[in-house]
């Protein structure tokens, strides 16, 4: 067993803390209040390298291991939540959904693009009607010639107004009365896909939410990612793999908040005091920073099972589950930390604990891994 | 050109330091080590001068095998080579034995330079020494605290920032070089870059590879003591109209800080 970081993941991992530190940080207060996408940071991430992270070199990627991944999602994350759920659609959906179940045309056409960030993606599964329950989705995808035409309406598509394409699933009746998902690439300005209503969140307000319309929306039948009737697996294999991408992002705000909490608990006084003095701030800051190393921890060991070519979907699930609720509690007790001033704008940590309330609720809400894991438990008993 | 630079790994200034005061040393345990910010634009400027005259980058540096890792860095930014100079000291605060090291690192082993590139200083230990401590041994030119470097063939030209101007330079290479802040801005290392850097090599030179004995490199310093400096005092507010404030912080800056 080693708990070391290599060398290399080490230097990927202060790379991405120096440029989330020196160039995002001190733009995030005023995205986050404007609701501004953050077109610049995502240019520069490309630049970097760090949108191409599950794209092997043949097609223009900077593929490294699924760790690297984690950390630099992690790191984004402690400057900007927002950005970092942008990085992981991007890198652990749209692109390795494509890696993974594209074929070579379909590779050639969108990964060069994609690895470099002149191409952004999104990925929208959930529907008004149906987010748990994912496999009962009411748009339709029927072939038509050359075509597919799409019916129906997606919702809470992350990235969905900015990005130049998605992977998008409809359902597909395969045998008469036999209902089965597809999945497809379809470009921002394939006729009949209508981009709106971009949803007014609790927080992740650089982090665009929009609604699809899809409107007899023609796709060339050359866009079906995956077999016909197999989009279903295209769908829950890559939510395996991002949901640990998610828990990263857990990880990264709460390392942050704890920063906070700990940096003020020293500077406030309180009876004379500084209020770290008094055991019960104390044993706070004990327990976020033991809950935070935990949550690492089990993400850590998820990301290592993919790198390794191991299982991973139950651990990917416990380390989803327990970061984004720790993430929860972590800053919660850093606003407590803050007294009265935790509930003011003024201060970083109202704007994290807004952001953490949808780590437990999407890429499956704790409900549903808590299902996914309790199920490996019965059926390997 | 070849060009050297010489960089140094540093607890990052965000560290809370720590001192054992047994030992009368900085406690490394817990804290987070970088490379030197004045030695990153001397990389920055290095790797530019290569971009615009072609050549080579070499990144030297003298300390423990956990210096690697701010090697890798340079490599990972773009330099060509590094190597280790392999010292087990703790850190001696002598500018002159590291001088001393790197100057015979240079003779023995890459007599070719063509310029040598320092940070201005190592922030943590501030002395300031060795860039010009090694521009002596070695008999070169040398422009310390440099803003602004341009190099036609062998001569170059400097910037440097003094008490009230700027003063330029003119001199002949090989040379010695210390960057100051306002140099560059430096990169930051590329994906591309942290896997080309992954496959490179760091080779170590001990002191006997260069031919050093423990005599030569015995430190004339002796620490006698290291200790944090006092907590800051709160600030006094004077509350009073504007008028009367002014006047007393007048009489305060006066007579009890005695600055005016
Ligand atoms: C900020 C944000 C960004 C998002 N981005 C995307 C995106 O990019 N693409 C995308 O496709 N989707 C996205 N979503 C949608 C997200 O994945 C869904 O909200 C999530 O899957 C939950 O679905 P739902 O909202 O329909 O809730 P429901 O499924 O209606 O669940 C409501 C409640 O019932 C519980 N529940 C449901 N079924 C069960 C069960 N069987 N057993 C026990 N409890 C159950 C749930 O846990 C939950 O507490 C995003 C959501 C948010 C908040
Ligand atoms: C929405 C809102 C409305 C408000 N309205 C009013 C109002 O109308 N009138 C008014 O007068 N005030 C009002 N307040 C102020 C509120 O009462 C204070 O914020 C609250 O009493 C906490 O004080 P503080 O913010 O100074 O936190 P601090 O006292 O600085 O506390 C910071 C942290 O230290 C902890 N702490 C402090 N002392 C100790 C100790 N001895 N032992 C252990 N832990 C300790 C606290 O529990 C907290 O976690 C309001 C606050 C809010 C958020």
Redesign the interface.
């Known amino acids: 067993m080693n708990f070391e970081l290599t060398?290399?993941q080490?230097?990927?991992k202060?790379?991405v803390r120096?440029?989330a530190q020196k160039e995002i940080e001190p733009n995030v207060k005023i995205l986050e209040d404007t609701h501004e996408f953050p077109r610049e940071f995502l240019d520069k991430l490309g630049?970097?390298?760090?949108l191409?992270?599950t794209i092997p070199s043949e097609y223009g990627g900077?593929k490294?291991d699924y760790i690297s991944l984690i950390l630099a999602l992690e790191e984004i994350a402690r400057a900007s939540p927002s950005l970092a759920v942008i990085v992981s659609v991007h890198c652990s959906l749209f692109c390795y959904s494509i890696m993974k179940f594209g074929n070579k045309a379909q590779k050639k056409k969108y990964l060069p693009k994609a690895a470099k960030g002149e191409m952004l993606g999104a990925f929208s599964l959930t529907e008004p009607g149906a987010g748990s329950d994912a496999k009962n989705l009411k748009t339709k995808s029927i072939r038509e010639g050359n075509f597919y035409i799409l019916n129906g309406t997606k919702s809470w598509v992350s990235t969905g107004s900015e990005a130049d394409a998605s992977i998008i699933f409809a359902s597909t009746e395969i045998k008469p009365g036999v209902k089965k998902l597809n999945a497809f690439i379809v470009e921002k300005n394939f006729p009949g896909l209508l981009a709106s209503k971009i949803e007014e969140k609790m927080g992740l307000h650089s982090s665009l939410t929009a609604e699809y319309v899809l409107e007899d929306c023609q796709v060339p039948a050359e866009n079906l990612l995956g077999e016909e009737g197999k989009g279903a697996a295209v769908a829950f294999h890559c939510l395996d793999g991002s949901r640990i991408g998610i828990a990263a992002q857990a990880v990264g705000l709460a390392d942050k908040a704890i920063e906070e909490g700990v940096k003020y608990a020293q500077q406030r006084e309180a009876f004379g005091r500084k209020i770290s003095e008094f055991q019960a701030i104390q044993f706070m800051i004990a327990d976020m920073s033991t809950q935070r190393d935990a949550a690492r921890l089990l993400t850590y060991k998820a990301a290592d099972l993919i790198d390794k070519g191991k299982p991973y979907a139950k651990e990917s699930s416990m380390a989803k589950l327990f970061a984004s609720e720790a993430a929860n509690k972590i800053a919660y007790q850093a606003l407590q930390i803050h007294g009265g001033y935790g509930y003011s704008k003024e201060f970083l940590i109202e704007q994290l604990y807004r952001d953490a309330r949808a780590f437990s609720i999407y890429e499956g809400t704790s409900e549903i891994q808590r299902l996914v894991i309790s199920r490996y438990l019965l059926e390997e008993c | 050109m070849n060009i050297f630079v010489l960089v140094k790994r540093i607890p990052d200034t965000e560290s809370k330091i720590r001192i054992n005061h047994e030992t009368g040393t900085i406690v490394e345990e817990g804290l987070t080590f970088?490379l030197n910010p004045y030695d990153e634009y001397a990389v920055e400027e290095a790797l530019r001068l290569r971009e615009a005259g072609g050549g080579k980058v070499t990144v030297l540096s003298v300390g423990t095998e956990e210096s690697?890792?701010i090697l890798?860095?340079c490599l990972?930014m773009g330099a060509d080579e590094a190597f280790l100079l392999k010292d087990n000291a703790p850190e001696t605060y002598d500018g002159l034995r590291l001088a001393k090291i790197i100057a015979r690192a240079l003779e023995k082993k890459f007599s070719d330079y063509g310029l040598l590139l320092f940070g201005k200083q190592s922030m943590g230990t501030d002395n300031a020494q060795v860039p010009s401590m090694v521009a002596e041994l070695l008999g070169l030119p040398q422009v310390n605290v440099v803003t602004k470097l341009e190099i036609e063939g062998t001569k170059g030209t400097a910037h440097r920032e003094i008490e009230g101007a700027l003063e330029k330079v003119s001199f002949s290479l090989p040379a010695v070089i210390s960057a100051q802040k306002g140099l560059n801005e430096p990169r930051?290392?590329?994906?591309?870059g942290?896997?080309t850097?992954?496959k490179k090599e760091i080779p170590i030179l001990s002191f006997e590879d260069l031919d050093l004995k423990e005599e030569d490199i015995a430190p004339l310093l002796e620490v006698a003591k290291i200790e944090s400096p006092p907590p800051r005092q709160a600030g006094k507010i004077i509350e009073e109209e504007p008028e009367k404030a002014a006047r007393k912080m007048v009489e305060f800056l006066h007579n009890e800080a005695k600055v005016i």
């Open positions: 060398e290399d080490k230097l990927l202060a790379m120096d440029f630049k970097l390298g760090i191409g992270m900077t490294t | 970088v690697r890792i890798k860095k990972a930051y290392e590329t994906l591309k942290i896997m850097a992954k």
